[in-house]
């Protein structure tokens, strides 16, 4: 019979489609691969299915031999219904930290309590479980009880590094991206007011809050914002295809993140093939795995104590190390051979 891995993603067009073809181009294992999408619309190379019923019907078809990876599992409801199913000894997933950071939020409810539980238990049913890096991985292992948590990251998929890039100069503004999303966790009212010294410069801050978060959240930010920097201030609301994105990431001069947890990898890996400054909370888990592997990754907290010509010099100064260091960790080439051996290994 046919060797079958199936990969089952949640509605985030962002990360399946390039990581489809990430998967068939760059590292085909000796396996037929099948890609589920939950999306309301047929999209081409995928199997739709637009609710939980829908899904453990297709779970329900697969044969015995099938392996399956989840990307991201958020739905407890999808937890409790593979608590009951067989299919679970097929399974390995990826998690997220989205997943991860829940959990450890202060004065959760009994509803979030027994959330935390069902997870533990779905998680300690899978096959193999992996993190995107080493903090998360021992998070993982803290808060869901799995004892073998591999770390595997995701690969910077299809990012091109413009070579010309515009120089700064005294008629061009110096351009700060903060934040990836509008999700609250970006805590972007703290990381404004920490560039809140710099509102009479020659500068632009620019916010992607184009999805993941609550239109009050998104109102109550773009106001602080405007109150402090005035038409400096930048808001993206609608989504941008990769090319747009793409093309932002090559604008903007540095980027600026107040998350707590792991987020946002694909902007901050984009930074750094870019040589471009990151900065991050010293106490988050992407800082503590890219500092260790070697990155110079800056510290948000000291972004606040920077004037504007510090900033201007610090991306003005030539940044080779980055870029070698992605190019050996988190590129498509670096990162295809580890998650063939791992999709090899799901049949062995």
């Excluded at 990969?7 to 073809?21: E, G, N, S």
């Excluded at 399974?91 to 959330?115: D, Q």
């Excluded at 510090?310 to 260091?325: A, G, V, W």
């Amino acid at each position: 019979m046919t060797k079958r891995i199936i990969h089952i993603f949640a509605d985030t067009p962002h990360h399946y489609k390039p990581m489809q073809q990430f998967f068939e181009q760059q590292c085909r294992p000796d396996a037929e691969q099948l890609f589920w999408v939950k999306t309301p619309e047929s999209i081409p190379n995928f199997v739709n299915y637009k609710n939980n019923a829908e899904l453990f019907a297709l779970l329900e078809s697969t044969a015995k031999e099938d392996q399956i990876v989840f990307h991201g599992s958020f739905d407890m409801h999808v937890w409790k219904k593979l608590l009951l199913s067989s299919v679970t000894k097929r399974c390995s997933c990826v998690l997220w930290g989205a997943e991860l950071y829940r959990h450890t939020r202060p004065k959760r409810t009994i509803k979030e309590r027994v959330v935390h539980v069902l997870h533990a238990l779905v998680i300690n049913r899978y096959k193999q479980v992996f993190a995107l890096n080493k903090g998360d991985a021992k998070l993982a292992q803290r808060v869901l009880f799995k004892r073998n948590v591999k770390v595997l990251p995701y690969p910077l998929i299809g990012m091109k590094v413009e070579q010309d890039r515009e120089q700064l100069t005294s008629e061009k503004p110096l351009k700060i991206l903060v934040g990836n999303s509008a999700s609250a966790s970006n805590n972007h009212i703290d990381a404004l007011n920490k560039l809140a010294h710099l509102a009479n410069e020659n500068i632009e801050i620019i916010m992607p809050l184009n999805y993941g978060g609550e239109q009050s959240y998104i109102d109550e930010v773009v106001k602080h914002a405007t109150t402090l920097f005035g038409d400096k201030f930048i808001a993206i609301t609608e989504m941008l295809n990769k090319q747009d994105y793409d093309k932002l990431l090559n604008d903007v001069h540095l980027t600026v993140f107040a998350q707590h947890r792991q987020q946002g990898l694909y902007v901050a890996y984009a930074m750094l093939l870019m040589g471009k400054p990151m900065f991050l909370l010293s106490d988050t888990s992407s800082y503590n795995y890219l500092t260790e592997l070697g990155f110079e990754i800056y510290k948000t907290d000291e972004v606040a104590s920077m004037s504007y010509s510090e900033l201007n010099n610090l991306i003005s100064k030539d940044n080779n190390r980055n870029p070698d260091l992605m190019n050996q960790h988190f590129t498509e080439q670096a990162l295809a051979p580890k998650w063939r051996n791992m999709l090899e290994q799901l049949h062995g």
